[in-house]
């Protein structure tokens, strides 16, 4: 079992629509988690951190439930600039070595 | 603006040459990291290094070694180049946090795509 999961996609809306997916962690000694966003033949750029408050920035809602060990990103009134590749990312903290990326979920939003 | 360069964008080898990626960050970070990105299997840790001449092997570091004699500069070298080595090659830096004091965000570079023939 891969350390953090992501359905690979692609995740195929509308333009406006609401999005949502998960990601899912092993390891439950991880402390930080973050969504990256990577454009196609493009760099991972962080996105947000997510917060166990769950935290808002703009039209997107990143969300963490220690218990069920998921995290989650909501994408409301989608753009065509939202589509990309959705990296989840878990920092155990204990060394940057550590850091685990979810191989990604592929968005694609359509007019 | 925060930049972490690599120095070749493309590169199109042969088996069993030598071959060098070159990165170069300059937001005085400590950590460095090199990846390589390939379909379905997401970015896998080949080396990390937390100071000039420090490192650390990742996932997947055979058939590679790394380079930091200066703090800025991470070099990934493939002594032998193999085809399954044609992959995406990003590096990356990070500010060195403490245990509880804070996450590690990644910078990374626009990528070396490799094609190994």
């Known amino acids: 079992r891969k350390e953090v999961e992501q359905d690979p996609g692609p995740f195929n809306v509308p333009e406006g629509a609401t999005v949502a997916f998960n990601c899912t962690y092993s390891?439950?000694?991880?402390?930080?988690f973050f969504w990256y966003r990577q454009d196609c033949r493009k760099e991972p750029k962080l996105l947000m951190s997510?917060?166990?408050s769950g935290n808002e920035d703009g039209r997107f809602t990143a969300q963490l439930n220690r218990a069920s060990q998921y995290i989650s990103l909501l994408i409301r009134d989608s753009k065509l600039s939202d589509s990309a590749t959705y990296l989840c990312?878990?920092?155990?903290?204990?060394?940057?070595?550590?850091?685990?990326f979810g191989s990604g979920t592929r968005l694609s939003i359509r007019p | 603006d925060v930049k972490v360069t690599q120095s070749s964008r493309y590169l199109v080898k042969r088996t069993g040459e030598k071959v060098f990626l070159e990165c170069v960050q300059d937001?005085?970070?400590?950590?460095m990291f090199w990846y390589r990105q390939d379909p379905g299997l997401g970015l896998r840790l080949i080396y990390f290094?937390?100071?000039?001449?420090?490192?650390e092997k990742g996932d997947i570091p055979e058939g590679y070694s790394v380079s930091r004699e200066k703090k800025e500069r991470f070099s990934l070298i493939l002594e032998s180049a193999s085809t399954n080595q044609t992959s995406m090659y990003l590096c990356?830096?990070?500010?060195?946090?403490?245990?509880?004091?804070?996450?590690?965000?990644?910078?990374f570079g626009a990528g070396s795509r490799l094609t190994v023939l």
């Open positions: 997510v917060y166990s």
């Open positions: 990312v878990a920092d155990p903290y204990s060394s940057a070595s550590k850091i685990i």
């Open positions: 937001m005085d970070h400590e950590n």
């Open positions: 990356a830096s990070s500010r060195r946090v403490g245990y509880s004091s804070g996450a590690n965000v990644l910078t």
């Open positions: 290094s937390y100071d000039v001449k420090m490192k």
């Open positions: 390891n439950s000694a991880s402390q930080s």
